[in-house]
Structures are given as C-alpha cells and as structure tokens.
C-alpha cells in the first residue's frame, strides 16, 4: 500500500477521475459530474478548475436547463495536443499522428529498411518518417507532446530500452533515449503486442472490459494481459509470451531461444508450409503463396485447404483454451495478420475452445485492424501526456 | 478509479498503510513509522490513536533512546482476536485455531463424511468440528472474532456460495450464510487452492512476492494465481483451473466437465494409474498402492518407477512453462500432496521446465505444507476481522 500524504493526492486522484468521466461521457454539467462521481459540488468545482488550467477539458456553452440558469457543460479537449505513434514491425514501419483521442490525422507507411552493417539503419528510418509525418501534417511542432513505439521485441518500457528485437536487428537499443533526445519530446515505448493491447484498451472494447486478453496471431504469436484494466508486464516484462505455450508434450526445441511450440504450429510461417502443396497442387496453381489465398480456398470448400485451416485453428483453440483456463477473462480479443483472415478461422478456433475447454470468454476480432500497434503507441504517450498536463497543476 | 471522497478515506489508507508496517517491522516507534512511510509525524500520531483503539496494535514500553526520552515502541496484538481456520477436503476435514498472526493455538483432524441421502452430514460435520475446536482451544467464545472456510470446489467468495463441490457433495451451499448463522460470527469462503495461494501470500513466502501461482498437485490440480499481491479470480471465479491445460493437441474429453487434460495426465490417479503395474511387480509387491511408494522406489533407483516419475514430471513441467509464458510471474510455489513426495520430482519438473521454456521462475515446495489449505482460511477470516476492526474506528 502506498501512502496517501496529503489532500494534494486526493486531489490529483479526483482530478483523473473527473477527466475520465468527462471524456467517457461529456459534454457533461458540473451536476451530472458531482453526481456520478459522489464527489460534493464544490470538490468538484475545485478540481475542475485545476483540470481546465491543463486545457485538457473545455467549456462548450450552455446545455439544457432543467430550471434555473443553464449549466455550463464540460467536454474533453481532444486538440490539447497531438502526439505520434509509431509501430515498428519487421516488415512495415506505420506512424500515426493523432488526437489525444486516437483520432489519426495524418499517417507514413514504409517498408522497414534491412538492418545492416551501417548499424543504425532502423533508427535513422524511424527518426526521418517523423519528420515527414509531421511535416505532411500540418500540426505546428510546438503543438506535438510526445511519441510512442512499439517494437516487436523484448521492450522494458521503465528503462526505454529494446534488449532484443531480432526482427528489425536491434540488440539493447535504448530507443526511448534516442527519440527524446532527436526530437526534445517525452518519448515511450513497449512492445508491439502490449501496445496493441493499450489501443483495444483505449479505443477498441477494453473499456467495457476490466479483464482481457489481447492475441495477436501473425508472423509470431503474442499476447498483451489486461487485469484489472492493467496491462500485467511480468517479471521479465515477457508476460502474454504465449508463442511459447507448449500443446504437445512430445515437443523438443533444439534451444529455447528457437520458435515457441505454439508459433511452430500455428503462426504464419506454419500455415504457408503446410498450404504451400495446397496451393501449388496443378489445380490452383496459386502464386503468390499467402496466407490469405490458403484462407479464400478454404472458403471456396477446398478440401486440403479446409484441412489446412482446422489444424491451425484447432491449435489456436487449445491456446485459447489455455489462457482462458489460466486467467478467466472476460473476452480474447483476436489481432495480427492472421485474424485478419476472417469468420472462417474464428469459427473454427471458439470450436474447438468449447471442446477442450469449461471456461469459455468471448472471443472476437479487434475492430481496430492493423491499426491497433500504432494506436497503442499513440496511446502511449497519451496515458503519459494527460498525467503530465494534470501532475503539472 | 474510485474517487476519494473525503479525509477519512485518506485516514482509513493511512491506517491500513502503518498497520501493515507495524505487523512486518514491528515493534517500532512513532518516529521510524513516520520516516518509513514518509507520513508527517502528526499524521501519524493521529492515525495511531485509532489503530490503537481497534487493539489491533499495543504500546510495549520504551525502546532505545537516540538521545532524550525514549520513544515507546508499537507491537501488532496478534492476540487481539481468534478465528477458526476450516480446510475441507475430500478425505480430511483440517482445523485450526490461529491468532491474528496465524500462529496455530489447537487444530482439528478428521475424516469428512461421505455425503449420503440425509443431506447436510457434510455440514453438520463442519459445524461438529468447529465447535470441538473452540472448545478444546480454551479460547473464550468471545474472544473468536471469525470463522474462514476453504472448500474444493467452484465458489464465489462474494455471494458466499459454494456452486459445485462433487468431492463433498455440495451443489449451491451456502456455506457463509450456514456458518455465519449457525455461529454468529462473520464466515468467509473462497476454493481451497486460492485460499492456499492466500496463505502463502500471508504467512509464507508470498509477502516479499508481488506476482506469483500457487500450484497444488493432489487428486486434482489447481492453481492461485497473485498478480500486485492480490488474488486473481477472474469473470467466473476460474482464474487458475489448470487441470484443464491442454498440453496434448490431440486431447479429446467426452466432455468438457470430465477432469482436465493435465490433470488427467499428471494428477495422484494417473500417478497411481501408472505406477501400479511396478508396485505390484513380484520383485516389489508393495501394498497399498500410494503416490508416495512410488516415488520411494524411483529414489531408490528403480527404472520402471523412475520412468513413471519422469513421465509425470514432464507433464507437469509443461504446466509450469505455460504458467510461466502467459504471466511471467517471480515464482511457481508448489503445494498438495504430490509436491510433498519431494526433491525427485522438484528436480525433474525445474529440468523440463528449463527444457521447453525461455522464461524461468524460481519453483520450489511452500513451506507450509499441508497446513496451507487450513492457514489460508484462517487468513481470510483474519484480513476481514482486520478491516472491520479499523472501519470501525
């Protein structure tokens, strides 16, 4: 338990709960909020205007009057500031510059570019896509407060540092570092499944939800863990490392650092493999071999290519399985390239869930797309940005 | 978030905060309370004149001066109060009677009755035993401030009812309200592993542990799972029901509330299961057929034996490493009555673990032993008589 000093504190905290209120549920009167909150009238009067002087809130005039004088109503102020998110995978390098809403104003997508004997390739990539999505936006420098990454590798968001993130060939890169001191901005970073699991957090479903898992199935398989509305880091910040869930007891890694058994299984790379002959057969002839075109056979009542699809969704199954019976969430909320493919795989995979399964969560797609990384970068340095603005008062 | 209303939430925080510093470094002055928890000196006096109202806390003389008048030094009262601690299991009815500190005044053992057509002789035994306990404890009624029951089966701590316990018979007990009837004293229940994973949280290893799974091997398997110190129970009270891991993807149950796929694999039946055929060999011929005799002939170096050991402590391995990939947790503590068998299978499953796991927590056996079930139902009576008591103030 952590002390709470003095009525500053208790301030502070009702000042994080009006703000949530009042971006949850504004335009919102001064009344409705006292009386949601069970904070007295004048407590909020007080902390309100603290939370006004961050200009994270706004009056927007007179709402309706239920006798008496109109109330003034109160609403978020989304243009505060703008922050910008960058989601770094090994493939595509895709910033966001947003609201402090999530609303994207403007976006840079580009291949990410081959980590090479020049060390820093990736770095200098990221710092000149921000300035080209700055530039192209419009947005006044002075009007940004911060950035946020998501790296696809083992990321300590307390230090800044990227220990390992074999896919864009970075090893204890300290990114946060670089970024703040490049661009003179707060700056933070997590991996790339724990900030698409912020953005679902945010501004996906999360915010019904106070438990969740977020699964993301693409060229690896990860999870972000969502207790108590927290993203939970783990000791080694390797918590949701589930492309290493064991599902078959005979399974042998040469080395534990190799492809998880899960991921072996059932990520991308798995199912090209196994529909690779599917798809060459001479009568499809497919090329390229995608995941998505082993996907739309399958639809089209491709026998081999059915086959193909309920393997891997019979593996994915018991991973859900597996986290629903470890954790008991609420919902399993599905993302990465793979999920993308559709109603098909998502059947197949709750199929099996109840099969193996007594504890069966909701299980759905993220409505947020391939979008949800970046979000989540953007979000971090939202969550961040607000507390500054609020702690500053 | 929940928003503070007034100076006496602040207040009730403090006291909570100085109580859980008296319990863990006690006996200590006013002067050391305030440096620790960085409160002023006035706040902590003042707060100090409710806690010690609550008797939960005493003065206990002077200690050493640091120059001037010597300061007085405050103990945690484990003696404030009593309550009565109930493990119910399949076979043994375990109680204890414990001070405030958990420290075991008198205990109880006895066999739990079958359930049988005349409903409630589970029940009735409980109530039996309790009063037995107090009884034999010569702790005055009075003085017993609670009552906490652990129970093998699905239950809602909340509601206070026990929904499915087959071990016992019990379907929709509501086991609080009978106890708390039948006594007059508050009664809180939670499943016996979680109430375990409590106990180890309190009185064992836990309290220097923020993120951890208890993971008890018995008849069954189950596990608690600690996130920030507090138990995770999940959407339906099912946070931790591994028994139903699946870590064999070509596990098919007829039905999904049939044991679990590693319970099935690696729980007491199926050690029995297959270590019958080596007890009974003629070159052994053991009789009766125990877990225990098992593992004392693969210490001894049998084959047939070992190989049984190491097939279990494979399965179980796997658990461990999936435990460990979805929540990183510092440590998987192993309790039940197959943990007890000791270093042989520790050794085994720490091998396997290492084997198929990039992510390591430390495992060892809980210190409590077969008490864990009985102290942490004692414990939950005990965090609540705590709370009331400085609500109360």
């Known amino acids: 338990m952590h002390p709470l000093k003095n009525t500053a504190a208790v301030r502070q905290h009702n000042m994080a709960t009006l703000l949530q209120l009042i971006e949850s549920r504004g335009p919102i009167s001064r009344a409705e909020l006292s009386r949601i909150s069970g904070l007295s009238q004048p407590t909020v009067s007080g902390a309100m205007e603290g939370i006004l002087k961050s200009r994270l809130v706004r009056a927007i005039g007179a709402g309706d009057s239920t006798g008496g004088r109109r109330p003034e109503l109160l609403a978020y102020n989304a243009e505060a500031g703008f922050v910008v998110g960058v989601d770094l995978g090994g493939t595509n390098l895709k910033l966001g510059l947003t609201d402090l809403a999530?609303?994207?104003l403007h976006r840079v997508d580009e291949p990410t570019?081959?980590?090479n004997a020049?060390?820093?390739?990736?770095?200098?990539?990221?710092?000149?896509?921000v300035e080209r999505l700055v530039k192209e936006s419009g947005i006044m420098k002075k009007d940004i407060i911060g950035i946020g990454i998501g790296a696809p590798g083992v990321t300590d968001p307390d230090t800044g540092l990227v220990a390992l993130a074999p896919a864009v060939g970075w090893n204890k890169t300290p990114v946060k570092r670089l970024l703040s001191e490049r661009f003179g901005l707060p700056c933070h970073v997590d991996n790339d499944v724990n900030a698409a699991a912020l953005a679902e957090m945010t501004f996906g479903s999360g915010p019904r939800l106070g438990n969740f898992v977020f699964l993301a199935i693409g060229t690896g398989i990860g999870a972000g863990v969502v207790i108590d509305g927290k993203l939970h880091r783990g000791?080694?910040?390797?918590?949701?490392e589930v492309g290493y869930l064991v599902i078959d007891h005979t399974w042998n890694p040469g080395s534990v650092t190799d492809f998880g058994c899960l991921e072996s299984m059932a990520a991308a790379p798995a199912i090209l493999r196994k529909g690779v002959s599917v798809l060459r057969a001479p009568e499809h002839n497919t090329d390229p071999v995608t995941v998505e075109a082993v996907f739309d056979l399958a639809r089209r009542g491709d026998d081999a290519a059915v086959k193909v699809v309920e393997e891997v969704a019979g593996y994915l199954g018991i991973a859900l399985a597996n986290l629903a019976v470890v954790l008991d969430p609420e919902a399993i909320i599905l993302g990465g390239g793979v999920s993308q493919a559709g109603d098909l795989l998502v059947e197949l995979v709750k199929r099996k869930l109840k099969q193996v399964s007594p504890i069966v969560p909701q299980v759905y797609v993220s409505s947020l797309g391939a979008d949800a990384g970046m979000l989540g970068a953007a979000a971090l340095a939202i969550d961040a940005a607000k507390e500054r603005l609020l702690n500053a008062i």
Do not use: Y
Not at 235 to 240: I, S
């Open 102 to 104: 999530g609303k994207i």
């Open 235 to 240: 000791r080694n910040h390797a918590a949701g």
């Open 118 to 129: 020049a060390e820093g390739s990736v770095t200098r990539a990221i710092f000149a896509a």
């Open 113 to 115: 570019p081959r980590e």
